[in-house]
């Protein structure tokens, strides 16, 4: 039961960290419609977008701990070496992505 109300509580506060950090992140935008207000109003969608994180990440830990019983393993099946050979081949493919966009 635990782990069931663990994973609604991370899809909710996932979902709603996501809204407040699109919300958050045009504050140039918002100024046309709010004015001057509109950066501390962006300013405090921020701040609850981080709560909303820190839930988030505190359920992924409990999360660890009260898995849900689907038969899925928590490990990946290859060895720890090929998780990093792959990371580190995708990374720069992410880094120059982001330069051209």
């Not at 004015?35 to 505190?58: D, L, S």
Request: glycine share 4%; aromatic share 18%; hydrophobic share 55%.
């Amino acid at each position: 039961m635990i782990a069931w109300i663990n994973v609604g509580v991370l899809l909710i506060s996932t979902v709603l960290m996501v809204y407040f950090y699109k919300v958050s992140v045009s504050p140039a935008q918002l100024e046309q419609k709010l004015g001057e207000k509109a950066w501390t109003t962006c300013a405090r969608y921020r701040m609850i977008m981080g709560i909303f994180e820190g839930v988030t990440v505190v359920n992924y830990f409990v999360y660890f701990f009260f898995p849900l019983d689907l038969g899925l393993s928590l490990t990946l099946p290859w060895d720890y070496w090929i998780s990093i050979f792959l990371a580190m081949a995708t990374c720069p493919l992410a880094f120059f992505s982001t330069l051209h966009s």
